[in-house]
């Protein structure tokens, strides 16, 4: 990524913190779906045994940053066990986002969900929570910039190709929960709870990206746009975008019962192509 003369001014000085083993590009400018105005989003990878130096790292955003007085650089987990920990950047006036990782600690996630071993965790930011599988998904996805011990190289080969025991453990733990949350949906109706219906709605929506994404063998990484990107998989629901739209449009008009049913009939199709 040299030719980014952003990256060619921020990653010599990143690197050059105490602790930082390898930094990797992720997120649309990663996938080369990225247009002008996209974020930077950037992986500190940090061996378990040699920490990231926090001072040294806030010290060097200040230095790069439009605005000194705005930095605020995280320790590490303050963020919790799965975001842990990161920065939110201003740099040339673009939006750059910094987020850690632990090389052992991704690496026995790859482990475990090529073994069909996944977990599922509440995390604010993520509405359907945070799947263990996107730690895989981003080292799948992401580009290295500077990797000097070859370490995300050696992630990368153990993410490709997609694990079929990966793919199982995903349907099996993801599609049976449409239906009990369209159930859940229902039940809530006659007392003309939206709220829960709406929220019930959202899971069952969110399943069945999840569905969607493993059917195909690509690793969801975010629920932004993902079932969007879905419904253009060479497996997937007929005209999916189009009726998800209409569902949310009846979840507006408060025609929820029809929304549901519309949901059951998505559900049921899902099912024949699993």
Not at 23 to 37: C, Y
Not at 145 to 156: E, N, Q, R, S, T
Not at 181 to 199: F, H, K, V
Request: aromatic share 6%; net charge negative.
């Amino acid at each position: 990524m040299s030719h980014d003369p952003l990256l060619a001014r921020i990653i010599p000085v990143l690197a050059d913190v105490p602790g930082v083993a390898t930094i990797v590009l992720g997120g649309s400018r990663a996938r080369g779906t990225a247009h002008e105005a996209s974020d930077y989003d950037l992986g500190l990878y940090y061996r378990d045994g040699a920490a990231l130096d926090i001072d040294r790292l806030r010290a060097a955003a200040t230095g790069l940053v439009d605005d000194p007085a705005a930095v605020h650089v995280t320790r590490v987990g303050e963020w919790g066990p799965w975001i842990v920990g990161g920065a939110w950047l201003a740099i040339g006036g673009r939006k750059v986002d910094l987020l850690y990782r632990s090389v052992e600690q991704v690496t026995a996630v790859i482990d475990a969900c090529r073994n069909g071993e996944i977990s599922m965790h509440y995390q604010p930011g993520h509405p359907h929570g945070f799947c263990s599988a996107i730690w895989m998904g981003e080292v799948a996805l992401c580009r290295a910039l500077h990797d000097p011990d070859g370490l995300v190289a050696a992630m990368k080969v153990r993410t490709a190709p997609y694990p079929p025991s990966l793919r199982d453990a995903l349907v099996r733990r993801f599609q049976w929960e449409i239906l009990f949350s369209i159930e859940n949906a229902e039940l809530a109706l006659p007392r003309g709870d939206t709220t829960q219906i709406a929220g019930c709605v959202y899971r069952a929506l969110a399943c069945t990206a999840q569905v969607l994404f493993a059917l195909n063998g690509q690793y969801l990484i975010n629920e932004k746009g993902a079932l969007a990107q879905a419904a253009n998989f060479p497996v997937t629901v007929r005209g999916l975008a189009g009726r998800v739209a209409e569902v949310w449009r009846q979840i507006g008009a408060a025609e929820h019962a029809a929304a549901l049913q519309a949901l059951r009939m998505l559900e049921s199709e899902l099912r024949e192509i699993s």
